[in-house]
């Protein structure tokens, strides 16, 4: 049990303290989200109008995307 749970720390360490760090200023995260962000929100709303969802579920689809990208 003690190896097991040591094994899958381990997998932690190597999978996600890399993702941890800093690889890209700010500046250029801003950049990226000013360039992209408006482009992926227009293709939504493309797929929403097409697929015909309800209010209440647009704004969850609107809310969840943009949290994912914040």
Not at 15 to 24: G, K, M, R
Not at 32 to 53: A, C, R, S
Request: proline residues 6%.
């Amino acid at each position: 049990m003690r190896k097991r749970i040591l094994i899958i720390a381990g997998y932690f360490v190597v999978i996600f303290l890399p993702a941890c760090q800093q690889q890209t200023s700010p500046e250029a995260l801003n950049k990226f989200y000013e360039n992209k962000l408006p482009e992926w929100n227009g293709k939504l709303t493309q797929v929403i109008i097409q697929d015909i969802f309800s209010p209440a579920v647009c704004s969850r689809i609107y809310a969840y995307t943009n949290i994912a990208a914040y």
